[in-house]
């Protein structure tokens, strides 16, 4: 049988958590942590893995309506994007405001 953790639970989460919105790689945060670095890796691995979504899992409702405005929002830029490319023969048909190329 292991012995006892010398860490509790919420000391694990805080160093995990200052792991991961630490611009500072795993290894620097546990130097600052006093902590080995293979533990605190293990520790930022296991959570990530508890936390991660199952391939192929729903959508929950946050992420279909954010989707749902990505896309509204792509073809709305798309008709912009087309419009722009369309506005030159509009605005000047002859291109006489180009400069001569020769």
Same mark, same amino acid.
């Given at each position: 049988? #292991? +012995?006892?953790? !010398?860490?509790? +639970? @919420?000391?694990? @989460? $805080? #160093?995990?958590q200052a792991a991961l919105r630490s611009s500072k790689t795993v290894s620097e945060t546990a130097r600052e942590l006093e902590l080995n670095p @293979?533990?605190?890796?293990?520790?930022?691995?296991k959570h990530r893995k508890q936390n991660e979504p199952a391939a192929g899992a729903p959508l929950t409702l946050d992420e279909r309506a954010r989707l749902k405005e990505q896309d509204r929002r792509i073809r709305e830029l798309e008709? $912009?994007?087309?419009?722009?490319? !369309?506005?030159? #023969?509009?605005v000047c048909p002859e291109r006489r405001w180009l400069p001569d190329p020769g």
């Open positions: 049988m #292991a +012995p006892p953790s !010398k860490y509790t +639970p @919420e000391f694990r @989460e $805080e #160093a995990v @293979e533990t605190l890796r293990g520790w930022v691995k008709m $912009e994007n087309s419009f722009l490319k !369309k506005c030159p #023969a509009y």
